[in-house]
């Protein structure tokens, strides 16, 4: 399991991992060109739970 994904799953549970989770993501989009592969991160993909999309 990708670390930005328990970090985000212990704060939306209302646990503080005192991690910068924004910070994290950034450099969790930054891996898959590194890497050279995609990696199983989630959150990185679909965007934190409390993103919230305008009304069309």
Partial sequence: ???ED???MF???G???GVDLDALLEVAATLPDLIG???PG???KAGKS?????MT
């Fill in 11 to 13: 704060e939306a549970m």
């Fill in 37 to 39: 592969h995609d990696v």
């Fill in 15 to 17: 646990v503080d991992t």
């Fill in 50 to 54: 409390t993103r919230r999309y305008a």
């Fill in 6 to 8: 328990l970090v985000h």
């Fill in 1 to 3: 399991m990708c670390t």
């Fill in 42 to 44: 989630q959150v990185v």
